[in-house]
Each structure stands twice: as C-alpha cells, then as structure tokens.
C-alpha cells in the first residue's frame, strides 16, 4: 500500500434508495395535491348559467297570484340542470308568499295566469331544468304591497359536477293594490 492512499478516509457508505425514495414520495405528494384539488375545481364549478341586467316589473291585486319569470333556458340551453334549489330574495315585506316553481315552458314576463304558457308548473325541487324551461316566482299577497326581488340563485347538479349559481334577470318590482 502506498502511503497516499492511507490519508484518503474511506468513504461512508450510503443507504440504498434513500434519497431517491424521499423524491418519489415528495412528488407522489405534490402529484396528489394537484389532482385532488383539480378534481374538487372541476366538481364545484360547473359554470355559470345566464344572466341578464333586465328587470320586469308589473302589477297584481291583492289576493290573487302573480307569477314573473325569473330565469328561462333557451332552445338552445345546451345543458339539463337537476334542481336541488331557488334562492330568492329581496325586499318582500309580511303577508307576501313568494314560492319559486318550474314552469315546463316559457313564461315570458309577468301574469296573473299560467295557462297557455306553462304545459306544468312544479316544485323545482329534485326536477330537471331543460331548454325551453322556466324558473317562475309565484308572488301572493293579502293586502296592498310593494315587492322587489332581486336576482335568483338556482341549485343544481349537471352530471357530476354541482354548484350554486346567479341566473335570470337582475330582479323585478311588483305592486298588489286592494281590490
């Protein structure tokens, strides 16, 4: 043995795989991260319906319905929505009923009647939302009133993707005078 090789300390040896496992792990993690929180994007974003900045406005007589059409889809509404729910809100003062409904049909306005335009008039709770079809407020009131309602929020499932989203017009102001 010549005399350099005895100053050179040997070297240690190192773990087989180690650092290499670390990096797979580390990766697999971050791979993961990414997939799921795509996965939960994709799930909760199902995109927006549409909206529009028009109002309606109309006026009823107090005991008697009123119905507005708050959201129409389409002929061309190329998606079918499973309704789970309407939110709708505004400035809706007491002894005023407001109940959301699926008109099968397009509604197109403000009316005292659905005949001749909605084929049938539903809970939209647990039904489809297709072309053609409508989201109504049937407004009711016992007494002279002021209503203003502002835009609707739908509920819903498209395949397998849900969300919550803005639809319709902006809102509508109705009237109920005494009969």
Do not use: K
């Amino acid at each position: 043995m010549s005399n350099d090789a005895a100053l050179v300390p040997p070297a240690l040896p190192r773990p087989p795989g180690r650092s290499s496992r670390t990096r797979w792990i580390v990766g697999g993690v971050i791979a993961a991260v990414i997939v799921v929180g795509w996965l939960v994007w994709y799930l909760l974003s199902p995109g927006a319906l549409p909206t529009s900045d028009r109002t309606e406005s109309g006026s009823g007589v107090a005991g008697s319905p009123l119905y507005v059409e708050m959201f129409h889809a389409s002929d061309d509404f190329d998606r079918t929505l499973h309704v789970s729910g309407v939110d709708v809100t505004g400035d809706v003062p007491e002894g005023v009923t407001v109940t959301p409904l699926l008109c099968r049909g397009s509604l197109n306005g403000v009316t005292p009647r659905t005949e001749g335009f909605c084929s049938e008039l539903v809970d939209p709770e647990g039904e489809d939302l297709g072309a053609g079809d409508s989201i109504v407020v049937e407004l009711e009131s016992d007494s002279a009133a002021e209503v203003h309602l502002d835009r609707i929020e739908i509920s819903f499932r498209q395949d397998i993707r849900f969300g919550s989203e803005p639809a319709g017009i902006s809102g509508a102001d109705i009237t109920f005078v005494e009969r």
